[in-house]
């Protein structure tokens, strides 16, 4: 249970404000009253221009900027507390098209956010990453798994800075923009074939509602350096379409660059380091960290035994009863 206290009098920058994460952020943070401020940092002003038709209060302020320009991210956490890191360019065929375009929002962006944030004297900064970064085969995954390091190694090199810089790391999200359920539904709605890379493929999956919630668990949890990963089951996606719709042929395309049939949120190497509760992990850079984060903490964590792959393949998968239920709520 999370005591939302600690967001008491604080004001909180989000980055990518204006994403679906952003938004559903934005709605859940706006629901505690005692909230001293919420910023919307994202660079698209038609975007924050509808958002505020939603939105519009003095509580909220509404900031255009980029994080690849370190002196408008610099202005803009001027007395801000607490900054939510979720702006990234996400798409896999993107990345691997505009490889220098993916470097400077999600690595040099995620720097800006970590040298800006130290000296505005940020409390805390928490970094949105993903199951791609683990062992990544393509561009989005190598440059998020490089904005973990930036965060994490800051957090350990900050000198007298009390900023505490911590990830959370977790799956694709349901129905987000840009994810297979609304693609395939609009296939679907055009009578077209169904277009699938590998009837094998799996994914961890998460409600937009779920993300944010773990998003602000680990904001009270964190005490700097971790990495946060949810319990997650994992959907197989040729189900997925199969419970979305009987009737639509499924064609086989073949693998895209880059990407995987199955995710992982850690691997073996990994496994080493990590600490286990009932719902979620916390993953650290090194066992000297872990070993110190445990004499840190009066709860009881257990430290992971068996070295093995958190992976969408070989975690519980949904089922399909389950999946169809779940879509009925999406609609």
Known sequence: MVNYKFLN???????????????KMLS???????????????????????LQKD?????????????????RVYKALNDVDIVIHAAALKQVPAAEYNPDEAIKT??????????????????????????KACAPINLYGATKLVADKLITAANYNKGNS???????????????????IPIFKEMIKNNKSITLTNENTTRFFLTLDEGVKFVIQSLERMTGGEIFI??????????LIKALNNKNKVKIIGMRPGEKIHEMLFSKDDSRNVLETIDHYILFNSAQNLQLYLKKMK?????????????????IQIKKSDLIKMIKKLS
Request: aromatic letters at 10%; zero cysteines.
């Open 162 to 180: 009390k900023t505490i810089l911590s990830s959370v790391r977790y799956g694709n999200v349901i129905n987000s923009r840009g994810s297979v």
């Open 299 to 315: 709860k009881t964590y257990k430290k992971v035994n068996n070295i093995f792959d958190y992976s969408s393949e070989t975690s």
């Open 230 to 239: 949810p319990k997650l089951k994992s959907i197989k996606i040729f189900d």
């Open 28 to 50: 859940f943070l706006y629901g505690i009253k005692k909230i001293k401020k919420i910023i919307v940092f994202s660079r698209d002003e038609l975007k924050q221009s509808e």
């Open 106 to 131: 999600n690595i040099l962006g995620v720097n800006n956010i970590v040298e800006a944030g130290i000296m505005r004297k940020v409390e805390k900064i928490i970094n949105l990453s993903t199951d």
């Open 9 to 23: 009098n604080k004001v909180i920058l989000i980055t990518g404000g204006t994403g679906s994460f952003g938004k």
């Open 55 to 71: 939105f519009n209060s003095k509580k909220i302020r509404y900031f255009i900027g980029d994080v690849r320009d370190f002196d």
